[in-house]
DNA sequence: ATCCTTTTTAACGGAATTTTAACGCAGAGG
DNA sequence: CCTCTGCGTTAAAATTCCGTTAAAAAGGAT
């Protein structure tokens, strides 16, 4: 199982090691900055789920890193220092840290903070950001796995459920038969195509039971298929 | 300015008034728990923003207050505890405390932890927290861990009510398998669903005894499991 | 140590899903 | 007009998945 991506922001090269072996020994991905300015850009570009933070760093004030983030991203952020002043630790909390530990640390703990940090975060993102999916009157909750047309639930085998949510995100796009199976099925097997008509028949049959309802599925011949975009 | 309310669980009185006092000075709502039933009563009916926490208690170990609470509720915990040891702070953190302060602390820190904590719980404002749940005939009092169809109070196991929460707390959505057996056992070992799978005989016979009685839990074949609202 | 409850494991019949095979249809091109 | 190709549809075979039961193992309390 894949965990999550983490910044480590660190300019002390053995420290830098310490964590990321763990990092590694855990399982989760990871990317290493040694400057704030570094740091903030990956952050940007990378989106880390997590940003473990040493304060002292050469070219920018640690605090202003994490102000500088805060202007735009509310990822976790778990500041690594070696001051335990009092002053330090309110300082960062109160400039949007989550939590401050202190070298020496114990990296047991560190992992513990780490995944109780990611706990929260996870439900951040699947309470306040609804990832549904509307299409005319076609709609697709992608977090509880439920599909309606209209008031009418419909339910979907497992690998009709899968080709629907590629369909539907791509929405608008031609998606070609080699592209849809390997999405699928992992594999390029060419025999496969045979079933993907199966399953494309019985996906459209479910989602217009009734002649009244506006067909989305279109073929291309000798392409593949694409979900339209249905009319107002 | 009138600041959140704050759940102290404490039951030593020197502390405990260490604690309320700055609160008062922050201008923070406060009530004070000195057991663990007391503070599990007391979160069902004051439904605090926040909560210190002592593990140190003298009716129940603190790691299940943090359990119970758990069940039903995801406000902030922040543990105070006079144990420093990595393997306490770790079992606190993996199973659902927040933050972890040892003794002796520093108020000042401890102020700014509880702002930082409360600053990230604003964002998730949605959480229904609840203590009571309703579904249908379906009574749970997660606070007291009651189950009831009807009249009829329903005895389940451990595993089964954890089981019954995790379903309830996510009415209509459809849990997959993976994530119902990370939640319950912690680990992801494949095996495991062959038990999940008597677990939901048991539990289903348990809450449907009758044949009359509406059949909550829909099965998803290949995906998981999903609790359904009754129809009025 | 013993009993009781809870949890896990094993086995099997049946249901749901996936794959395979066969057939009809429509358009392209000779 | 015929054939060839790609597609949609249906039905049946093969496979996987699920629910249930019973018994064994583990855990707790007296």
Redesign the pocket.
């Known amino acids: 199982m894949k965990e999550s991506r983490i910044l480590i922001v660190e300019d002390d090269r053995s420290i830098m090691n310490l964590i990321s072996t763990t990092l590694k020994l855990n399982q989760y991905e990871y990317v290493c900055a040694s400057g704030g300015k570094e740091a903030v850009s990956q952050c940007a570009s990378y989106a880390p789920a997590l940003i473990l933070l040493d304060l002292g760093l050469p070219d920018m004030d640690g605090i202003d890193v994490i102000r500088t983030v805060r202007t735009w991203s509310q990822v976790p952020i778990i500041v690594i220092s070696a001051r335990g002043e009092d002053s330090d630790k309110i300082e960062a909390l109160d400039n949007g840290a989550d939590d401050y530990l202190t070298k020496p640390f114990s990296v047991d703990e560190m992992m513990a903070r780490i995944r109780a940090a990611l706990r929260r975060s996870i439900q951040l993102a699947s309470g306040s950001s609804e990832s549904v999916y509307r299409n005319g009157d076609l709609f697709i909750d992608y977090a509880a796995s439920i599909v309606k047309r209209g008031e009418r639930e419909i339910?979907l085998?497992?690998?009709?459920y899968k080709l629907l949510c590629l369909l539907s995100r791509n929405t608008g796009k031609v998606l070609t038969?080699s592209y849809i199976i390997q999405h699928i099925?992992g594999s390029t097997m060419e025999?496969?195509?045979?079933?993907l008509?199966?399953?494309?028949?019985?996906l459209?049959?479910k989602l217009s039971q009734d002649e009244s309802e506006e067909a989305l599925i279109r073929?291309h011949?000798?392409?593949g298929y694409q979900m339209v975009r249905a009319e107002e």
């Open positions: 339910h085998t497992p690998i009709e038969h099925w025999t496969d195509i045979v079933s008509r199966v399953y494309m028949t019985s459209r049959r073929t011949v000798g392409i």
